[in-house]
């Protein structure tokens, strides 16, 4: 079992920066690609980014140049920093990522998980 928990959401202003974080917890044998997904209100969940576990990225069109993400392979961690933060970015931020966890028989299955969810508001 595997928990995902992301922190640094709050409420700021167009223009201002905020860096999410989402630490994977548990029974981990390697985490492999990690992600952010956001979902407005009313919209489907979209992919924000996502990291390979040898640090390959790729952005959504809307916030490629404005975002980046990055990742700690030792802590288990991914970083999600937003600059230039704008109105239409207000949605709830969610960690993904594909987990590889060892059985008892030693065989090696993956699955995916999501955090909880964190919110983001941009105010005019």
């Known amino acids: 079992q595997v928990q995902l928990v992301e922190s640094g959401g709050g409420l700021v202003q167009a223009g201002e920066s905020l860096r999410l974080s989402c630490v994977a917890s548990?029974?981990?044998?390697?985490?492999?690609?990690m992600a952010w997904y956001r979902q407005a209100p009313g919209k489907q969940r979209e992919l924000v980014a996502s990291?390979?576990?040898?640090?390959?990225?790729d952005y959504s069109a809307t916030v490629k140049g404005r975002f980046t993400i990055s990742r700690d392979n030792f802590k288990n961690t991914v970083y999600l920093q937003m600059n230039s933060l704008k109105p239409e970015d207000t949605a709830v931020y969610f960690c993904?990522?594909?987990?590889?966890?060892?059985?008892?028989?030693?065989?090696?299955?993956?699955?995916?998980?999501w955090g909880q969810g964190t919110q983001v508001t941009v105010s005019s």
């Open positions: 993904n990522a594909r987990v590889a966890e060892r059985r008892r028989d030693a065989t090696v299955y993956e699955y995916t998980y």
């Open positions: 990291i390979t576990n040898g640090g390959d990225t």
């Open positions: 548990g029974s981990i044998f390697r985490v492999n690609t």
